[in-house]
């Protein structure tokens, strides 16, 4: 209920200035108000006052209406007056036909709810603008390598682009950080962002307590200062503002506390960062190299500045940069990208498909509710034709049925609400973790506004047809009720109408075969590695303790020793990266026999940074030469194993084994051995070049690890035996993740994953309903024709005849819609063709298993109302007339 | 135009006759459902007046607006000889067909 907060609702008080008759308007409300005032709001508080006054104002018009005398007094409100009639005649109607109503309501219901719940999960991410100032102006900066790639950049090509291109407002560095939060109760580790110091102002977005980072904060001699996110703090630091100005322990290092975010920051180019330092990068020399690229570029344009304008000018900076350093560049130059694309052009082509899916649905469930009407339509001409003899207009009639189906469709649009609040629920549960701005997922205002619009839309759509037929002929010859037989155009629109139904829904049924086609395509992919009962648990070390790298080495060491005695483990080892977890750790490999003249341009590799028996564990095939062993340490001769596609790569038609390569420093690795490839990435893409290296013959200790062990049962029910293993070495190191290698290949595919079960469940939704709609033609073709079957029988027509007559029926629409819908699916298939995998858009076997199935279901729908026909018994019809 | 009065019609008129000057639509709805329990919204009341006015029973004047009613001006209703004379013989055949049937009353 609308309204101020003293004053009489609003809403009422509008209906009664619009529609009530001129000469008693002025009387009538003053009287309402008055009592509302003096009495009601005082004896019985606001609410109990308004529900007064809205039931008054209920009442009015009808009550009013009734008068003749007041009717003729006014022109306003006869409208509403027809209308409210209208309403409470179609809501009776729609209570005397409750399994009418019901299928009706309820098929919309999850068609508006449906399209409403995917419409929530896409809007934020597709459709709406970045939670920033001016968020147009936010863009990525990225170095392009020779292949169109996107990379990285070096602090250095950062700078220089800063200090010489006039388009950024401003701009900042990014870089990954985690780090363990000490000193207060358990260890954890926490991710974060180490960032140049003009991040947020970029963003356009200030803390909400302290300051933000300064150019002095960002120097190479600054004290390390660390702005926390909202959740972070309240979570961690109990929401305590007195914390801000004093330092934190960071993994036994002080860092002050100078500012919390606010809670509405959304950190798209990072969701999981809970903290913030600088990267402390700004000094007469950079520390970080030229080809160390391992930060990513943000900036904000200036006003009026366009990304061509911007991409024209960092092309010629790009160029520049390539003539004076020619040994670190790659030459494919500097490119700009708008935020938003690049935080969206991933997901994009799933959401798409899944929004024309949801899309197809809503369209079915029309067809299926106005199927539903128009068949209500035919059955209640006598009553139409009554009401025209008793002097309806036809415009009366039309307006009667449409308020019936506009009433219908909202009341499945409130139902559909309910749907999509649950669908937004399970859609963010399901969600592939890669999926942006997550957290902007719910279901608003604008989409409620959304599924109202869709709702009426469609109640005015399903509304018009039945309501054009049903009146349309003859409503005088309607009285005449002796046949209840369909009339021809009426019966033409409702075989349409399933046709179209079939050919969405075998669209659908299509897609999700597609999709699953792909998956068992991508799960069939060799991983390069045994998945089964390998559990991996990564481990971050922190703390002053280790801050040698021997140490490190020895803890890990440990580690896997104390791992090895938990009874039912049969191998262990730790290694820098693991496959299919998102880690992502790729290596400049220089050749020894095949150097490329420009360094930049020399070939990269997965790093695995792997502590003896890694291969093994991993189950990953020695395919020439040896394996990694206790012998390769240090004080031993520097050694690596290569995968196998990289081997073809550097040294094709060679054998590698002997052959030697650097990374970056003067130290010469020998190759021992070549592996199977392995996917790191995902099951789907290509690349597989890796290279393993013995943890400790690797210039610097990682401080995060995994462990990878394998079992002889369930590596799952050991994880909590390993936990123990592990804290038996050191109590306060934190473990991040624990996945068994099987988990982490389905969390691989998730997006196509996410895409599939959406596909799934509509197509599921579309059958039925196809089902439904077929099912519903043909009993009212059975229910019509009864006498026709009655003398077809009485003639000689056997049981058999006469159900194969009403089966061909049913047959005959799937088929028409079959072939429609196969053309469609073609023609769509591109849509999905950025999820598949192994299998094309037209694929036959799809096409062929999806049609027999759809087939099927057409034959179970026809089955009903055929052998109701054939039960038909002719004595008794024909006894009838 | 019918002389009839609905059952409803008379309460109305009765209310009218029994406020004098002061009768506009809070007063009259809540004389009678003071006098006769009958609680009845401002709708019906409002028609019943309408009614009467075109039956040519009843006569009306503008009041003053007042900050209570939002400033709106009330409405006064004034019952007028023929009404009143309506009324009467309305009142009368209903005396005249219940009388008699005090005694047996308790009976039926």
Not at chain 1, 274 to 286: D, F, H, K, P
Not at chain 1, 476 to 500: E, K, Q
Request: charged share 20%; with cysteine; proline share 4%.
């Amino acid at each position: 209920m609308s309204g101020g907060d003293e004053g009489p609702p609003r809403l009422a008080m509008w209906l009664l200035e619009r529609f009530l008759a001129g000469d008693v308007r002025e009387a009538f409300i003053g009287d309402l108000e008055e009592v509302f005032r003096e009495t009601m709001l005082a004896a019985r508080g606001t609410r109990a006052a308004r529900l007064w006054f809205w039931r008054e104002v209920l009442s009015a018009p009808l009550t009013v209406r009734r008068d003749p005398a007041l009717q003729t007094a006014s022109g306003g409100d006869g409208m509403l007056m027809n209308l409210l009639a209208d309403v409470r005649y179609a809501l009776r109607l729609l209570a005397r036909r409750p399994a009418f109503t019901a299928l009706a309501a309820f098929t919309l219901a999850l068609g508006i709810g449906a399209t409403t719940a995917i419409f929530s999960a896409v809007k934020p991410i597709l459709f709406e603008p970045l939670p920033y100032p001016h968020p147009g102006r936010v863009m990525m900066v990225w170095e392009m390598d020779q292949d169109g790639g996107k990379s990285n950049l070096g602090f250095p090509t950062y700078r220089d682009i800063t200090k010489q291109s006039t388009s950024f407002e401003t701009t900042a560095a990014i870089g990954g950080w985690s780090a363990t939060i000490t000193g207060r109760g358990e260890p954890e580790s926490v991710n974060g962002q180490r960032v140049s110091y003009g991040f947020f102002r970029t963003f356009g977005v200030a803390p909400a307590l302290g300051r933000d980072f300064v150019s002095a904060d960002d120097a190479t001699s600054a004290e390390r200062v660390v702005i926390l996110s909202d959740a972070l703090w309240r979570r961690r630091f109990a929401g305590d503002a007195s914390l801000v100005g004093k330092p934190i322990s960071l993994a036994g290092v002080p860092y002050t506390l100078i500012g919390v975010m606010p809670k509405s920051f959304e950190n798209v180019l990072g969701p999981q960062a809970q903290m913030w330092t600088t990267l402390r990068y700004e000094g007469e020399v950079a520390p970080a190299c030229r080809t160390c690229r391992h930060l990513r570029m943000v900036a904000r344009l200036r006003p009026g500045v366009d990304e061509a304008s911007v991409n024209a000018e960092l092309s010629l900076l790009g160029r520049n940069l390539d003539r004076a350093y020619p040994n670190d560049y790659a030459k494919g130059g500097l490119h700009v990208v708008a935020l938003h694309d690049e935080v969206t052009s991933s997901v994009r082509p799933a959401l798409l498909a899944v929004l024309g899916a949801v899309g197809l649905v809503l369209l079915i469930a029309c067809a299926n509710v106005m199927n539903l009407l128009l068949a209500r339509g035919v059955q209640r001409q006598g009553e139409f034709a009554i009401r025209a003899a008793l002097g309806a207009s036809r415009v009366r009639v039309v307006r009667q049925l449409l308020t019936e189906s506009v009433l219908l469709s909202l009341v499945g649009g409130v139902l559909g609400l309910g749907v999509a609040v649950a669908g937004v629920r399970a859609l963010v549960w399901l969600s592939p973790a890669g999926l942006p701005r997550l957290t902007a997922i719910k279901v608003d205002a604008h989409v409620l506004l959304f599924a109202l619009a869709v709702t009426s839309l469609v109640g005015i759509l399903f509304g018009l047809l039945p309501a054009l037929h049903a009146t349309r002929s003859n409503l005088h010859h309607g009285i005449n009720l002796a046949s209840r037989r369909t009339t021809g155009s009426a019966r033409f629109t409702r075989t349409t109408l399933v046709i179209g139904e079939v050919a969405l829904a075998l669209m659908l049924l299509i897609g999700s075969g597609l999709l699953i086609r792909s998956m068992q395509r991508v799960f069939a992919v060799a991983s390069g590695f045994d998945a089964g009962h390998v559990v991996a648990v990564q481990i971050r070390t922190a703390g002053k303790t280790f801050n040698e790298d021997s140490a490190v080495w020895r803890f890990y060491d440990q580690v896997v020793q104390s791992v090895r005695a938990v009874p039912g483990v049969q191998s262990a080892a730790v290694t820098t990266q693991l496959p299919l977890s998102g880690d992502f750790d790729q290596q400049g490999v220089r050749s020894e026999s095949h150097p490329r003249a420009n360094p930049a341009e020399d070939p990269s590799a997965f790093r695995y940074a792997v502590s003896p028996g890694y291969l093994e564990t991993m189950g990953i095939r020695l395919r020439r030469g040896r394996l990694l062993n206790q012998q390769d340490g240090i004080g031993k001769p520097f050694v690596i194993v290569i995968s196998e596609s990289f081997a073809r790569r550097v040294w094709p038609g060679e054998d590698p084994i002997g052959q030697r390569v650097q990374f970056g420093s003067d130290t010469w690795y020998t190759i021992v051995g070549v592996v199977a490839d392995v996917k790191q990435t995902s099951l789907s893409a290509p690349e597989s070049d890796a290279f393993y290296v013995p943890a400790d013959q690797w210039s610097y200790a990682s401080n995060a690890m995994t462990l990878v062990v394998r079992t002889n049962g369930d590596p799952a029910l050991l994880s909590g035996a390993l936990r123990k293993a592990i804290w038996s070495v050191d109590k306060d190191q934190p473990i991040v993740r624990v996945a068994t290698m099987d988990e982490l290949r389905v969390v691989s595919e998730a997006q196509r994953r996410f895409a599939l079960i959406l596909f799934e469940c509509f197509a599921g939704i579309a059958a039925l309903l196809a089902a439904a709609g077929i099912y519903g033609v043909l009993a009212g073709s059975v229910a019509e024709r009864v006498r026709e079957i009655g003398v077809r029988s009485a003639l000689g027509a056997s049981r058999s005849d006469i159900l194969s007559m009403i089966v061909r029926e049913g047959l005959g629409m799937t088929l028409i819609g079959v072939v429609i819908g196969i053309i469609g699916a073609m023609v769509s298939s591109r849509v999905l063709a950025g999820l598949l995998f192994g299998v094309s858009g037209l694929d036959a076997v799809t096409y062929g298993s999806v049609t027999v199935l759809l087939g099927v279901i057409a034959l179970i729908a026809c089955a009903i109302p055929a052998w109701r026909a054939a039960r038909v018994d002719p004595a008794v019809t024909l006894r009838a007339d | 135009m019918s002389t009839h009065l609905g059952e409803f019609e008379q309460l109305v008129l009765l209310a009218l006759l029994r406020l004098g000057e002061e009768a506009y639509g809070v007063a009259v709805q809540k004389e009678i459902a003071s006098e006769t329990g009958r609680r009845v919204s401002f709708a019906t009341v409002y028609t019943t007046l309408a009614r009467l006015e075109v039956k040519g029973f009843v006569a009306t004047r503008q009041g003053d607006p007042t900050p209570e009613r939002g400033g709106r001006r009330k409405k006064y209703f004034e019952i007028n000889a023929l009404g009143k004379r309506t009324l009467k013989e309305s009142l009368r055949a209903i005396r005249t067909m219940a009388r008699g049937l005090d005694a047996s009353w308790d009976t039926l």
